[in-house]
């Protein structure tokens, strides 16, 4: 504990997780953990862990907010139109930063569909259970973002094109020019012609997030979800711990089964169904309907499921037109450099969920930070040593069974149990005496 009196005079504090991007504010605490409300972060236990990704403190770092800049006027003869960003997710407002963290006086406008409000998306596959709203789930409006990094925010405006050659950004609301532009669009959800869309809840964004909640709240339902990957394994055990009946609807014999040995896939079923969620695999859905006020959900098996509410977990892809139609090269996502992070295109840069490198998407939160930083020095000439991109660690927050993965598994890997309790599973993946891969549950 620490005895230091001046931390009673210390403004509370915040400090970030470099791995999922929860915040732990000194004055909230994390009760659940059995931090009370004013424990300073020097006084927490080393084995506390992240409530979301399980990480442990020192992957924690000091969240300082960026202070409004103090802008200089542009001067009448400047040629400097300033950078563009589309789309105002995790990425978008990361890369803000960045660039504002090196220049204050860099004009920089923000195009995007939604109001720009600020939340950490990993949250949501955890929320319900929590007892957590949309109000406590956003960090900070978007107008009050974009007034305190002094970003010009154009809110409800759907970028429809790029003219390279002219360094325009084509919107709803009108063309802007730019001296660099960047991507950071993020990805939608991947939605099988079997699942009609008006028939599916797709939990990507907060907005849908809220929607389903305002549809559970009333009373206990039946809760079908397709796919059993990571967003349906959280979704499942979360909504499953909220009252409700959880159905999960998965092409393959366990879930996460792609990723996964058969031998944590099992494990994994054994804890989701603990719970009390139905597991069904491998199995193929072949049509959904409406029954009364319910759906009625078809298998190519010839099983018929019902169900109150159907979620489709059924993976992400990148919306293509906009780089394509712009002519930038495009594999799975916009291809950029593995160390600026620019595109094919002079001048245009992506970074999160939008981006693919070596035929890769990189669809996770961890990497953004340091994509901005080096999307930040490139495009204003400081020195930096490059993105230096790594496989990802994996996290699966789920509480029943939280897993973490180090490395790329090998599709022809041999899988080794290294510890297996009921209190902890640790595997390790072998390819040609190497270590591929590392599990630990």
């Not at 800049?69 to 950078?83: F, H, K, N, Q, Y």
């Not at 978007?142 to 970003?151: K, P, Y």
């Not at 003219?163 to 990805?187: D, E, K, V, W």
């Amino acid at each position: 504990m620490n005895e230091d009196p001046t931390q009673d005079l210390l403004p509370w504090r915040q400090y970030i997780c470099r791995a999922c991007g929860v915040i732990y504010d000194e004055a909230l605490g994390d009760p659940d953990s059995g931090l009370a409300p004013g424990t300073r972060f020097e006084d927490i236990p080393d084995d506390w862990a992240c409530p979301l990704c399980g990480v442990t403190k020192t992957d924690f770092e000091l969240f300082v907010r960026r202070e409004a800049p103090a802008l200089a006027p542009a001067s009448s003869g400047s040629r400097d139109i300033g950078v563009v960003i589309v789309g105002a997710g995790a990425a978008g407002w990361a890369v803000a930063e960045a660039i504002r963290a090196l220049d204050v006086t860099k004009p920089i406008a923000l195009v995007t569909a939604c109001a720009g409000d600020a939340y950490n998306k990993p949250e949501l596959s955890g929320a319900m259970a929590r007892g957590s709203s949309a109000e406590t789930l956003r960090r900070e409006l978007g107008s009050d973002i974009a007034e305190r990094l002094g970003v010009g925010l154009l809110s409800g405006s759907f970028a429809v094109g790029i003219s390279p050659a002219q360094h325009q950004l084509r919107t709803t609301r009108g063309t802007l020019r730019y001296t660099h532009l960047i991507l950071a669009q993020g990805a939608r959800p991947s939605l099988p012609s079997t699942l009609p869309a008006d028939l599916c809840w797709r939990v990507n964004d907060l907005e849908a997030w809220s929607g389903l909640q305002r549809r559970l709240a009333d009373r206990p339902k039946q809760v079908a979800i397709v796919g059993a990957g990571m967003i349906g394994c959280e979704l499942a055990e979360d909504i499953a711990r909220s009252g409700h009946s959880v159905t999960l609807l998965c092409r393959d014999a366990g879930p996460l089964a792609g990723l996964l040995p058969e031998y944590a896939s099992r494990r994994l079923r054994t804890c989701l169904e603990s719970l009390g969620v139905r597991f069904i695999g491998p199995i193929e859905v072949s049509a959904v309907d409406r029954a009364g006020d319910g759906l009625s959900i078809f298998t190519q098996c010839g099983r018929k499921i019902d169900a109150d509410e159907l979620i489709a977990a059924t993976g992400l892809v990148t919306q293509s037109r906009l780089a394509r139609n712009a002519g930038l090269v495009f594999d799975r996502g916009v291809v950029v450099d593995r160390l600026t992070l620019r595109t094919s295109a002079p001048d245009i840069y992506a970074l999160g969920d939008c981006i693919s490198i070596n035929g890769s998407p990189c669809r996770f939160i961890e990497p953004i930070a340091k994509q901005a930083d080096a999307i930040a020095h490139h495009l204003l000439g400081k020195a930096h040593q490059g993105y230096d991109h790594r496989s990802p660690v994996i996290r699966l927050k789920t509480r029943s069974m939280p897993l973490v993965m180090y490395g790329t598994p090998h599709p022809d890997g041999e899988w080794r149990i290294v510890e297996d309790d009921t209190e902890r599973l640790v595997m390790e993946q072998w390819q040609n005496g190497e270590l591929t891969s590392r599990l630990a549950a």
